[in-house]
């Protein structure tokens, strides 16, 4: 060995450190000292390099000593089998060796020791081994390669180390004496156990509180400990009770059901606050009062079933202004009522008077500003300025729900002239809006509050408003919204957001504050589909509202306006030109219009125009004869005789004859006859059978009578004259077309002497006969 080098490898085959060769009686032998071991566990191999063989190896361990156990602690359990667990604290630091623990335990007669499981560290000892009511000492022991430990000692009964099961209240009694309750209980499974080594604890509260009074009760003997009297409760009260046991030092058992109790009834004590919120009823005679109050700290009802009564005397049941259950009051006064009496009442009496004193109202205030802002997840805190005033007495603070209008939801409180801050605490709800005031209180009356809205948290809004198009033009639109109901805002509404985008634009954003209703998107494109929706945020959190949809118009509604005015203005300009062109030249154009006719009914033969020699009027004498007044004379030649069949579509023929004013020579035609009515206008016909310029025919003109509707002067005659079978011998029945004979048959007899004077229609023969033989 001594001819060869020795390796020591304690990490692996990379890690090698030579050894040193010693020789002695029994052979050679090689040892290595490692400076530096670092590894909790590693494997030392001895490497012969000559040979290239290992030729031994051995594991080692590093690690601590065990630490000393800590909070060694004992439970026994008498519930069920009879048992004593005990555990203890291994320490702080892992020893990286194998420490096994140990239980120890020793009373007067024998000694135990029980061996915990690897890895735990507590240790049940049976019920065989323990002696319930005798100490016994117990400890841990704690043993690895490197040492052992071994913990502080405890001594204790195993009874008094017992976790006892939740008692259980049998009953609560009401004694005789105002003011207590009686309250019996048992132990549910130790009932074997002694009573007067137990300790008590009791919990008890008002039905209207929250917070639970401790009662410590140590039992003396049995019979005051089984039965427990509770006094000094308020009177006529209703109570809450619980409680738990533990035998001697023991560990606290669970607490027991609640139940309640009731202590006798008393007359309620002490006073009421109270403050009155006055204004005019009728000025200045009555005052319209609503009255608050809530018990004082020296104030006991005393009693369940209380009511207030306000009355206007002290003496009691006159002048009884309001009874009620509620801790308010309104009701209309006197303006000369100074004061008024409350006082409270249940089933054992009455308590004393609160005097009231009332004061007309004050229009005047000295604050000036007030803010409120969250104390804490239960509280506000209010504060307020205020002027320098020298009737100011102190200041009333009050605040509701916003969306509970009754009145029992107002509270109130009152603090000096000092003061200007109040931290207002209570059962306040989250995200719900609170109306806080301040109000100055004066020698003579209380003064105008100032108000503001609170909210103890914020969050976002239950819901957003929905979006509506108002007005859309070719590059803006106008959009509304309703207000989010109070209830649903959930906090202060800081702004609403308008994002809006369109095809292929990049999204754009409007605000508009809490109190707009109303906001215009501008710089859009015509004819253009556009995408919005809204966002509303609050101090706690912000919610987005549902997308809608919008196009711009093809035109804006100022350019139809600007093209209907110049079309308005323009439409004027030419109805003005064409009625001042009318009344320039007015003559002209109803002469081209309407053409100057001659009316028929201001015509005779001697005013018609010179023109129409034919139709000239030519007296034998230079008289001037009477005016006949006509409205048509023509001459027709008739070549060949009428038939029956010409008169008879003469008479049957429904046509207007008002066209027979024009002369017709040398052509014949048929004459029509219209049916006459009570407003036609004669006119006359001469009929001819020989042509105008032929000489002077052997028979006479036939005269003809026709029915016109031209309006002509009243003055004519209306209707049509009798056939005038007399002028001339010749004529016969056919050739009378106006009249009533188409059956006449002429007499035999000859008519007496005819004068013209008779027949004033026929004297313009006289002129056609002149000038015929001129």
């Given at each position: 060995?001594?001819?060869?080098?020795?390796?020591?490898?304690?990490?692996?085959?990379?890690?090698?450190?030579?050894?040193?060769?010693?020789?002695?009686?029994?052979?050679?032998?090689?040892?290595?000292?490692?400076?530096?071991?670092?590894?909790?566990?590693?494997?030392?191999?001895?490497?012969?390099?000559?040979?290239?063989?290992?030729?031994?190896?051995?594991?080692?361990?590093?690690?601590?000593?065990?630490?000393?156990?800590?909070?060694?602690?004992?439970?026994?359990?008498?519930?069920?089998?009879?048992?004593?667990?005990?555990?203890?604290?291994?320490?702080?630091?892992?020893?990286?060796?194998?420490?096994?623990?140990?239980?120890?335990?020793e009373t007067r007669e024998l000694n135990y020791t029980y061996k915990a499981p690897a890895g735990v560290h507590?240790?049940?000892?049976?019920?065989?081994?323990?002696?319930?009511?005798?100490?016994?000492?117990?400890?841990?022991?704690?043993?690895?390669?490197?040492?052992?430990?071994?913990?502080?000692?405890?001594?204790?009964?195993?009874?008094?180390?017992?976790?006892?099961?939740?008692?259980?209240?049998?009953?609560?009694?009401?004694?005789?004496?105002?003011?207590?309750?009686?309250?019996?209980?048992?132990?549910?499974?130790?009932?074997?156990?002694?009573?007067?080594?137990?300790?008590?604890?009791?919990?008890?509260?008002?039905?209207?509180?929250?917070?639970?009074?401790?009662?410590?009760?140590?039992?003396?003997?049995?019979?005051?400990?089984?039965?427990?009297?509770?006094?000094?409760?308020?009177?006529?009260?209703?109570?809450?009770l619980k409680f738990r046991v533990r035998y001697k030092q023991g560990p606290w058992s669970e607490w027991s059901s609640s139940q309640s109790g009731v202590t006798l009834e008393s007359a309620p004590t002490g006073r009421l606050d109270s403050w009155a919120k006055v204004s005019w009823y009728r000025k200045p005679t009555h005052l319209n009062i609503s009255l608050f109050w809530k018990p004082s700290k020296q104030f006991h009802a005393n009693g369940q079933n209380i009511s207030y009564s306000i009355s206007r005397f002290q003496k009691a049941g006159q002048g009884i202004l309001c009874n009620t259950i509620w801790k308010y009051c309104t009701f209309q006064l006197s303006a000369r009522v100074k004061k008024v009496y409350l006082t409270a009442v249940n089933r054992a009496g009455k308590s004393p008077l609160t005097?009231?004193?009332?004061?007309?109202?004050?229009?005047?205030?000295?604050?000036?500003?007030?803010?409120?802002?969250?104390s804490d997840h239960q509280s506000f805190l209010v504060q307020w300025t205020h002027l320098d005033s020298t009737d100011l007495t102190g200041f009333v603070v009050e605040w509701r729900p916003v969306l509970k209008e009754n009145l029992s939801h107002v509270h109130f409180e009152k603090v000096d002239k000092k003061q200007t801050n109040l931290i207002l605490s209570g059962n306040f709800e989250p995200y719900k809006p609170y109306h806080i005031s301040v109000y100055p209180r004066y020698k003579h009356g209380i003064g105008l509050p100032r108000?503001?809205?609170?909210?103890?948290?914020?969050?976002?809004?239950?819901?957003?408003?929905?979006?509506?198009?108002?007005?859309?033009?070719?590059?803006?639109?106008?959009?509304?919204?309703?207000?989010?109901?109070?209830?649903?805002?959930?906090?202060?509404?800081?702004?609403?957001?308008?994002?809006?985008?369109?095809?292929?634009?990049?999204?754009?954003?409007?605000?508009?504050?809490?109190?707009?209703?109303?906001?215009?998107?501008k710089n859009l494109k015509p004819r253009s589909l556009y995408k919005a929706f809204m966002m509303v945020s609050t101090f706690g959190g912000s919610l987005n509202g549902s997308t809608i949809h919008f196009k711009t118009e093809a035109?804006?509604?100022?350019?139809?306006?600007?093209?209907?005015?110049?079309?308005?203005?323009?439409?004027?300009?030419?109805?003005?030109?064409?009625?001042?062109?009318?009344?320039?030249?007015?003559?002209?154009?109803?002469?081209?219009?309407?053409?100057?006719?001659?009316?028929?009914a201001n015509s005779s033969i001697k005013r018609w125009p010179s023109e129409s020699p034919q139709y000239a009027h030519f007296s034998s004498n230079n008289d001037e004869p009477n005016p006949i007044h006509l409205s048509h004379l023509s001459f027709l030649d008739l070549t060949t005789k009428l038939c029956k069949e010409?008169?008879?579509?003469?008479?049957?023929?429904?046509?207007?004859?008002?066209?027979?004013?024009?002369?017709?020579?040398?052509?014949?035609?048929?004459?029509?006859?219209?049916?006459?009515?009570?407003?036609?206008?004669?006119?006359?016909?001469?009929?001819?059978?020989?042509?105008?310029?032929?000489?002077?025919?052997?028979?006479?003109?036939?005269?003809?009578?026709s029915e016109s509707t031209q309006p002509l002067l009243e003055t004519e005659e209306s209707f049509?004259?009798?056939?005038?079978?007399?002028?001339?011998?010749?004529?016969?029945?056919?050739?009378?077309?106006f009249g009533q004979g188409q059956d006449y048959i002429p007499e035999s007899e000859e008519d007496p002497a005819i004068t013209w004077d008779d027949f004033p229609f026929l004297r313009a023969l006289s002129a056609y006969d002149d000038t015929e033989s001129d």
């Open positions: 060995m001594s001819r060869h080098r020795a390796l020591w490898y304690p990490w692996g085959p990379l890690d090698a450190i030579p050894g040193r060769v010693e020789l002695n009686e029994n052979g050679t032998k090689s040892t290595v000292a490692i400076s530096s071991f670092n590894h909790t566990e590693a494997a030392l191999t001895c490497y012969i390099k000559n040979y290239d063989q290992i030729v031994g190896g051995v594991l080692i361990r590093a690690g601590y000593p065990p630490e000393v156990p800590q909070n060694l602690s004992c439970l026994a359990n008498l519930t069920r089998t009879l048992t004593l667990t005990c555990s203890w604290d291994p320490g702080q630091f892992q020893t990286y060796l194998p420490t096994s623990y140990s239980v120890h335990s507590s240790y049940t000892i049976p019920r065989s081994d323990l002696i319930l009511f005798s100490d016994m000492k117990i400890y841990v022991k704690a043993e690895n390669e490197l040492g052992q430990a071994i913990s502080a000692p405890i001594t204790l009964e195993p009874v008094s180390s017992a976790k006892l099961d939740p008692p259980k209240i049998v009953s609560i009694t009401v004694p005789i004496k105002p003011g207590c309750l009686r309250l019996n209980w048992m132990l549910t499974y130790q009932s074997w156990i002694r009573v007067d080594n137990l300790n008590l604890e009791v919990l008890l509260k008002t039905a209207d509180s929250s917070h639970w009074a401790i009662k410590q009760i140590l039992c003396r003997d049995r019979r005051t400990c089984k039965t427990l009297s509770l006094c000094s409760l308020l009177h006529g009260t209703q109570y809450w005097v009231i004193h009332i004061h007309p109202p004050q229009d005047r205030t000295t604050i000036q500003d007030v803010t409120a802002v969250p108000t503001v809205k609170a909210f103890l948290r914020q969050k976002a809004p239950s819901m957003v408003p929905v979006i509506e198009i108002k007005n859309a033009w070719m590059s803006s639109v106008d959009l509304t919204w309703e207000i989010i109901p109070l209830d649903q805002q959930n906090g202060f509404i800081q702004h609403y957001k308008i994002f809006y985008w369109g095809e292929k634009e990049d999204v754009k954003v409007e605000t508009a504050d809490s109190k707009t209703r109303e906001i215009s998107l035109f804006d509604m100022m350019d139809i306006v600007m093209i209907i005015t110049g079309s308005g203005v323009g439409v004027s300009l030419v109805i003005i030109m064409a009625f001042l062109t009318l009344s320039f030249k007015r003559k002209k154009i109803e002469g081209r219009l309407w053409p100057n006719v001659p009316d028929p010409e008169d008879d579509l003469w008479f049957n023929s429904a046509e207007d004859t008002s066209d027979l004013g024009e002369s017709i020579c040398g052509s014949p035609f048929i004459l029509e006859y219209t049916a006459s009515n009570s407003s036609s206008v004669p006119y006359a016909t001469v009929i001819s059978s020989a042509p105008c310029n032929s000489p002077t025919p052997e028979e006479p003109p036939v005269y003809l009578r049509s004259p009798l056939c005038y079978q007399n002028v001339a011998s010749g004529v016969k029945p056919e050739q009378c077309f």
